[in-house]
C-alpha cells in the first residue's frame, strides 16, 4: 500500500513540476480610459475609516488630486486613535467629514455617507486606498456609458508593499481568480466599485440589515435588484494588504465566513460549495494526522498528498505572477489559510458573525 501512495504522491509532483515549468506569467489586461464628454456627472466618494487616522492624510491628497470635475467626497471617521479629529483637520470644499461612533460598524457609516451624498453616482472605496485618474475612470466608464448600472474593479497592494513576498503571493492568487474581459459578475469588491444612485435606491441603499460582508450583501442585493455589476479589468486599485500572519488570518476568516453564511441566505450554491470545501480541509487534514496517529498509515499519506497539492499550486501563482518560486512562504500562506478556515468554522459554529 505504501508503494502506491508514494508513486501517487511521485506522480503530483511531477505533474506538477511539468505544469510550472510550462507556465507563462498572466499579462494584465489595459482598463478603459475614461472618455472626454460635455457632461459630468457628479461622483460620492463614500468613505468609512475606523482607527485610520495613519491613512486619512494619503488618501485625501490622493482624492483632492482626481481630475475628475464633478466629485465630493463624505467621510465618516472615528474611533480611539483619534482619526476623526484628523479628518476633520482636512475638511474642506468638496469634503464632508462625519464622526463614526463605536459599534455602528461599516454598513451603517455607509447609510449615513449615502444620507448626505448628492452624486448621481456612488463609488466605494476604503480609506487605505490610493485613489487614482486611471482606476476611478475605468470603473466609472462603463456607468458613464450606460453600460451597466454598477461596476467593480480588483485590488493590488500599495506600492510600498510590491516587494513584500507574503503579500506579493496573496495578490498572485487573487489574480489567478480574476476575470480577464469586462462582463458581468455576481460580486463587487466593496473597495473599488461604483454604482448609480438609481441602481442603490433600487437595491434598498444600505438599509438591508449586514452586521458584516457590507460589499457581499450589496451586490446581492443589486443583483436581486436586476441591476447587471460588470467586472474591470486591470483597475487595480492600490489598498493595503495584510503583512502580518495574524492580520491575514483574522481578513480572510471574516471573507470565508461571509461568503457561507450569506451565500446559504441568497442561496448562492456555487459559492457556498467553494468555500465548503475551504472549511473542510483543515478537518481532512485533522482527521488524516488523527488516523496516522492510531497507526492508520493512509491518513498520514493523506496529509502529504493534500499539503504538497497546496503547496505546488502556491508555486504554480508565482510563476504565473513572475515571481521567484519560494517555498518557504507558500508553506506560509497554506498554513494561513488552513489557520483562517479553521477560525472561520468555529465562528460559523458559534454563530459569530458580526463586523
Known amino acids: 500500500m505504501n508503494g502506491v501512495f508514494l508513486a501517487a504522491l511521485v506522480g503530483l509532483w511531477l505533474a506538477h513540476a511539468y505544469r510550472i515549468a510550462r507556465a507563462v506569467p498572466k499579462a494584465s489586461p489595459q482598463p478603459p480610459a475614461l ?3 460635455a457632461h459630468w456627472p457628479r461622483v460620492s466618494f463614500l468613505v468609512p475609516a ?6 486619512i492624510p494619503y488618501f485625501l491628497a490622493a482624492y483632492r488630486s482626481l481630475a475628475y470635475p464633478e466629485k465630493e467626497l463624505i467621510l465618516c471617521a472615528g474611533g480611539p486613535d483619534g482619526s476623526y479629529a484628523v479628518a476633520k483637520a482636512l475638511e474642506g470644499e468638496g469634503v464632508t467629514v ?3 461612533h463605536a459599534g455602528e460598524g461599516k454598513q451603517r457609516a455607509l447609510a449615513r455617507c449615502y444620507a448626505r451624498a448628492t452624486g448621481s453616482i456612488l ?5 487605505d486606498c490610493r485613489l487614482s485618474d486611471a482606476v476611478v475612470g475605468a470603473v466609472l466608464e462603463p456607468l458613464l456609458r450606460g453600460e ?13 508593499q510590491l516587494q513584500h513576498p507574503f503579500v506579493q503571493l496573496q495578490w498572485a492568487v ?3 481568480t480574476l476575470p480577464e474581459t469586462t462582463g458581468p459578475v455576481a460580486g463587487l469588491l466593496g473597495r473599488n466599485a461604483a454604482v448609480t444612485r438609481e441602481a442603490l435606491e433600487a437595491a434598498g441603499g444600505f438599509m438591508t ?3 458584516s460582508g457590507t460589499d457581499y450583501t450589496l451586490a446581492k442585493e443589486l443583483l436581486r435588484a436586476g441591476k447587471r455589476i460588470v467586472f474591470v479589468p486591470g483597475a487595480y486599485m492600490p489598498s493595503e494588504y495584510p503583512e502580518r500572519l495574524s492580520v491575514y ?5 471574516r471573507w470565508v465566513r461571509n461568503v457561507f453564511v450569506l451565500g446559504w441566505r441568497y442561496r448562492a450554491w456555487l459559492e457556498v460549495r467553494a468555500v465548503a470545501r475551504t472549511l473542510a480541509l483543515p478537518y481532512a487534514l485533522l482527521g488524516g494526522a488523527a488516523l496516522g496517529g492510531m497507526g492508520v498509515e493512509v491518513g498520514w499519506w493523506g496529509v502529504v498528498l493534500l499539503g504538497s497539492h497546496a503547496l505546488l499550486n502556491r508555486l504554480y501563482y508565482q510563476r504565473r505572477a513572475a515571481l521567484g518560486l519560494d517555498l518557504r512562504v507558500a508553506a506560509l500562506h497554506f498554513i494561513a489559510d488552513v489557520w483562517a478556515a479553521t477560525r472561520a468554522g468555529w465562528q460559523v459554529l458559534r454563530g459569530q458573525w458580526t463586523w
Open 98 to 100: 462625519l464622526e463614526q
Open 148 to 160: 451597466a448600472p454598477a461596476a467593480t474593479g480588483p485590488s493590488r497592494p500599495l506600492d510600498a
Open 174 to 176: 487573487e489574480r489567478m
Open 35 to 37: 472618455t472626454p464628454r
Open 50 to 55: 475606523w482607527d485610520a487616522r495613519a491613512h
Open 123 to 127: 463609488y466605494l472605496t476604503d480609506i
Open 209 to 211: 440589515p449586514a452586521p
Open 249 to 253: 488570518v483574522r481578513k480572510q476568516a
